[in-house]
């Protein structure tokens, strides 16, 4: 695992986002003038495992960039855990989506990190 700043333009998202509540995160990011959490990314291909929301926020505040925490996706470290019943979701799934822009619904997939995850709050200047 890897905390680094990344160009947002190499970042893929593998799940839609819902626009009302990125402008509203937008808003919160920019009245504190920070961003709370990193993405969580898989640090090979750049996919967004978890922050798609923050990312489109990220992006209508006109950043260029964005903090993220790079794991191996692949590794057992990362765990794909479904919150649609009704969609199958594993690891290839999540990749082919991301590589392909034929993204899953909003709220599809949750990622977690085995052991947690560092909190590394970035001041939105350093984003621009």
Same mark, same amino acid.
């Given at each position: 695992?890897?905390?680094?700043?990344?160009l947002l333009e190499d970042l893929l998202?593998?799940?839609?986002?819902?626009?009302?509540?990125?402008?509203r995160l937008a808003k919160n990011i920019?009245?504190?003038?920070?961003?709370?959490?990193?993405?969580? !990314? +898989?640090?090979?291909? %750049?996919? !967004?495992? +978890?922050?798609?929301? #923050?990312?489109?926020?990220?992006?209508?505040? %006109?950043?260029? #960039?964005? #903090? $993220?925490?790079? $794991?191996?996706?692949?590794? +057992?470290? $990362?765990?794909l855990l479904p919150r649609r019943k009704?969609?199958? !979701?594993?690891?290839?799934?999540?990749?082919?989506? %991301?590589?392909?822009?034929?993204?899953?619904? $909003?709220?599809?997939?949750?990622?977690?990190? !085995? %052991?947690? #995850?560092?909190?590394?709050?970035?001041?939105? +200047?350093?984003?621009?």
């Amino acid at each position: 695992m890897q905390i680094k700043t990344v160009l947002l333009e190499d970042l893929l998202p593998h799940e839609h986002h819902n626009l009302a509540r990125c402008r509203r995160l937008a808003k919160n990011i920019k009245k504190t003038a920070r961003l709370r959490r990193p993405l969580l !990314v +898989d640090g090979k291909t %750049g996919i !967004v495992l +978890d922050g798609h929301h #923050r990312l489109a926020a990220l992006k209508l505040l %006109g950043c260029k #960039r964005a #903090r $993220v925490l790079a $794991v191996d996706y692949r590794s +057992d470290e $990362v765990k794909l855990l479904p919150r649609r019943k009704n969609i199958l !979701v594993n690891k290839n799934e999540v990749i082919k989506r %991301g590589q392909s822009n034929s993204l899953y619904p $909003v709220k599809t997939t949750k990622h977690q990190v !085995v %052991g947690g #995850r560092a909190s590394s709050s970035t001041r939105l +200047d350093r984003l621009w």
